[in-house]
């Protein structure tokens, strides 16, 4: 499977893009050129210059050194978003899948009270209830996120517990923790991984969109949101301000995005259809909810 993946273009483009933003995120204060929080006013919205690569904001404020250090404020929120989300589904569905009963009914009936509502707006409301700031949209895409990852775990474990080595383990005796822990779980992790990649993306992008609506990180921290909220009242005079933030949302959701389609169709070459069916059928379900 890592071979299909690595012979897969899509998959290298998207690995070459999440490279770059993880060096940048790891090494952002040997990269960016300035002081992300130093103020020039002198130098204020001047555009790409030796000294700013990519001009400076309203402040005098290197746009360059703040979209590097945005990368490590946008890839922390996401990892921990969607780290919360795959645990949370993948215990509620390994429960109501393995154990059953009214373990099941009851997770299950939460799971179709999630995913009947809109999600985005649920999130909204929730983060609006609980402050600005990155704990506040931390909490309420958690709340609203782990639904679809319970939903394919206990769907797989259905189908998995009947398998014969499932059957013999519990013929030999095993705990049923030692053989969720050691049979189930590896076998089910792959869809996991997959909704996991594509979702990152998807969280990235939800975070700037939080921050430019003022209900996620706060100003004056780098953050991509917070970039794009400051420069929407220079896009005439200082265009850059809102452009390279921008790209940068773009390319970290089109990178995860990549890397997730190209997964996707190694684990099972029935997804394999046009990239634009699929983005197209990405948009129209997102909008639905």
């Known amino acids: ?15 070459v893009i999440l490279v770059v933003l993880t060096v940048a995120a790891l090494f952002a204060p040997l990269l960016a050129p300035q002081d992300p929080y130093a103020q020039h006013i002198d130098r ?17 404020r290197c746009v360059l ?7 490590r ?17 993948l215990g509620l569905g390994a429960l109501a899948g393995y154990f059953g009963g009214l373990a099941d009914g009851l997770i299950m009936r939460l799971v179709d009270v999630m995913m009947a509502l809109p999600s985005l707006a649920l999130a909204l409301v929730l983060a609006g209830i609980m402050g600005p700031g990155p704990a506040g949209i931390t909490a309420a895409l958690c709340i609203t996120g782990w639904s679809e990852y319970a939903r394919i775990v206990r769907g797989d474990i259905l189908a998995l517990k009947e398998k014969e080595f499932i059957k013999s383990a519990r013929a030999f005796g095993f705990s049923d923790l030692y053989i969720l822990r050691r049979h189930v779980i590896p076998n089910i992790l792959a869809p996991v991984i997959v909704l996991a990649t594509l979702s990152t993306g998807f969280v990235i992008l939800l975070v700037a969109a939080f921050g430019f ?12 949101g917070v970039m794009l909220s400051e420069g929407r009242a220079y896009m005439r005079s200082a265009p850059h301000l809102t452009v390279f933030p921008g790209l ?9 995005n990549l890397l997730g ?22 948009v129209n379900r997102h909008s639905e909810s």
């Open 1 to 15: 499977m890592i071979r299909a993946v690595i012979d897969d273009r899509k998959a290298r483009i998207g690995l």
């Open 44 to 60: 204020r919205l001047q555009g790409p210059s030796a000294d700013f690569p990519l001009g400076t904001d309203y402040l005098g």
């Open 65 to 71: 050194s703040r979209i590097i250090f945005g990368s």
């Open 73 to 89: 404020i946008s890839l922390q929120i996401a990892a921990l978003i969607v780290g919360i989300q795959v645990a949370l589904g």
């Open 213 to 224: 609506l003022g209900l996620g990180s706060q100003p004056p921290l780098a953050d991509w």
């Open 248 to 256: 940068a949302v773009m390319a970290a959701t089109f990178g995860f």
């Open 261 to 282: 389609d190209a997964l996707r169709d190694a684990m099972d070459p029935r997804f394999k259809i046009n990239f634009f069916s699929r983005s197209l059928y990405a």
